[in-house]
């Protein structure tokens, strides 16, 4: 017992320096670097130099254990606040409940719902009547090109998957998974979900919060880019810094976010099953939308069955 706390506790300081420390570092280094160059002399390399030294001088291997000591302190700070800065970064982005909202922030983020709802349906009109067309072509024997309908689809699958329910594009692509899932199998992922992931496999769930913790660090990530952007009131150059973190935050974020959403769906479609025959049910084969309606009510007593399914209300 005694060895499995000891691991415990190497494997959390090794995460606390990781994810607070060592990032909080190097934001207090660059925040000495800017209050002592400012904007007179961003690039004074010798200034900053003669800084350093002066700090490093202090007499007494007291002082400069309660120097360290108090960058680690204000390290691990800023790295919290990171990632508090990175949960909201994360809960706008995602806007999973945004129908939650304070009203105001509600009501903009419901504007952006229609606004990209009545985008998606613009598209999707152009898509059908590309599709309808080159559908006609063929039934005359002739060979339509492809390329309007590919550039057709592509513009609508650039603003969601499915019809828009967030006022995100990276909520929607979630949220799209949730849509599938409802149109193909009535599954509602947000209720079978808890239920489903118990019967999975380690090795599916290992892969799902890893793809999961990628988001946050994404997230986190974007969340740095905006405390150095704070930075430029002493040192424009931190803008630069911010920049460059946004932008891989930004491109991190969309990859993590389309592999978790693909995870997401992939894991729902191949263990519903598993999940099914857990509950009793016996699905004999791929699992229809009547079985997984059956699924529902299990999970939900007080939900009416699917009048589609054509079970009982």
């Not at 990032?23 to 007179?40: C, D, I, S």
């Not at 006609?136 to 024997?141: F, L």
């Not at 040192?235 to 491109?251: R, S």
Request: glycine content about 8%; proline content about 5%.
């Amino acid at each position: 017992m005694g060895g499995l706390f000891s691991e415990l506790a190497k494997q959390l300081a090794e995460r606390w320096l990781s994810l607070l420390v060592l990032p909080g570092a190097l934001y207090l280094a660059v925040a000495g670097a800017a209050h002592t160059l400012g904007h007179a002399h961003p690039f004074a390399v010798g200034l900053l130099v003669e800084h350093i030294t002066a700090v490093a001088s202090v007499d007494g291997a007291g002082a400069q254990i309660a120097l360290l000591l108090a960058t680690l302190a204000g390290a691990a700070v800023v790295g919290a606040i990171a990632q508090a800065v990175g949960s909201g970064i994360e809960r706008v982005v995602l806007a999973a409940d945004w129908h939650d909202w304070p009203t105001p922030v509600r009501r903009l983020a419901q504007w952006a719902v229609r606004r990209r709802q009545r985008r998606w349906e613009a598209a999707a009109r152009v898509y059908l009547e590309r599709r309808t067309e080159a559908a006609r072509q063929r039934g005359q024997g002739e060979h339509p090109d492809p390329a309007p309908r590919s550039d057709a689809w592509r513009r609508m699958t650039r603003i969601s998957a499915e019809r828009p329910g967030r006022p995100t594009a990276l909520g929607d692509r979630i949220h799209a998974v949730a849509t599938r899932l409802d149109r193909d199998l009535r599954v509602d992922l947000a209720l079978v979900w808890p239920y489903l992931w118990l019967t999975l496999p380690e090795t599916t769930r290992t892969e799902i919060t890893a793809a999961r913790q990628n988001v946050t660090r994404a997230t986190v990530l974007g969340a740095w880019s905006v405390l150095y952007l704070s930075l430029t009131v002493w040192w424009w150059p931190a803008a630069l810094a911010a920049l460059v973190l946004a932008i891989v935050a930004g491109v991190r974020l969309r990859s993590a976010t389309d592999t978790y959403a693909l995870l997401l769906e992939a894991a729902t479609r191949l263990h519903l099953g598993d999940l099914t025959r857990s509950l009793g049910l016996d699905p004999g084969g791929p699992v229809t939308a009547e079985v997984a309606d059956q699924t529902m009510q299990l999970l939900s007593p007080g939900r009416r069955a699917d009048p589609r399914c054509g079970t009982a209300g």
